[in-house]
Structures are given as structure tokens and as C-alpha cells.
């Protein structure tokens, strides 16, 4: 048994007709059909994805037949293609979108929050907005804890 897979190989001195054997398994190789073989489960998740978003904004009489629908549809679906090859360490170009324009925080408490920010892709200017007050923050902050969908039972 081999300590790699936990795969038994077949006795080589077995083969009858090498021709049927099938091309010889080296690293490059296998790592050529792994990458494929990630692609198409991607592609297929993706699909399946895409298919099951389609069908519930169709329930929520969301005019899917429209030509602005169908590109921002298509964008959409291409973000979640991005996102999966990137769970799979696989290079996308959404991925470099995503990182561009989209800024992780995090906050005392360790809660991500993402801010998107589309002046760095688009020629729009940002709109000026006034700081909110240090005391105004504090208050917001510590709402913030208090509408967790955890505690919907109390």
C-alpha cells in the first residue's frame, strides 16, 4: 500500500496490454488532473449556484429577462467563481477585484466588517462624508452588541 493515497497499485507485471495502461502517473501530471478535475468540480458548484440564485430572484418577481439583469448577474456569478478557485488556492481575476477594492476590518471584539470601495476601479469620486463624533462611535459600538440574531429566544 502506498503511504501517499492509502491507493494500492496495480501490479505492474500484471499488465497484459500497456497500450490500455494508461499514461504514466508523475507529479506534474498529477497535479495537471487534479487541476482539472478542481476545475470542472467548480464549474459545476458554480453552475449549481448560479442556477439556485436565478431561480430564487425569479420567486422575488425579480425581472430576470432584462439585458442589465443578465450583466449584473453575470458579474455576480463570476464573484462567486473567484471566490471558490480562491478556497482552493486557485488564481482568478475576480480575486484581484476583491482585493483591490474591498478593506477587512476588524474590531475590539474580533467581528469582520468589509467596506467596498469602488473609486479605486471606477471614475467616481467619493463622497465627502463627516466624521462622526468620538462620542457618537462609542455609542454605536456598544449597541452593536446588542442585536445579535443569537439572542432572538430572550
Known sequence: MSDDNKIIPFPTNRIVERSTAGPPKDDKTAKKIQAQQTKQFVETA????SMNLLR????????????NFTKDLALVVDLIRGLIYRDFDMKHP??????????????????????????????????????LSNEFKDELNDLNGMFDGDNLDD
Open 56 to 67: 430564487q430572484l425569479y420567486d422575488l418577481a425579480v425581472k430576470t429577462d432584462g439585458y
Open 46 to 49: 458554480v453552475d449549481d449556484i
Open 94 to 131: 475576480t480575486q484581484e477585484l476583491a482585493d483591490k477594492i474591498v478593506e477587512i476590518n476588524i474590531n475590539k471584539r474580533g467581528e469582520k466588517s468589509a467596506k467596498i470601495d469602488y473609486t479605486k476601479v471606477l471614475e467616481i469620486k467619493a463622497k465627502n462624508q463627516k466624521p
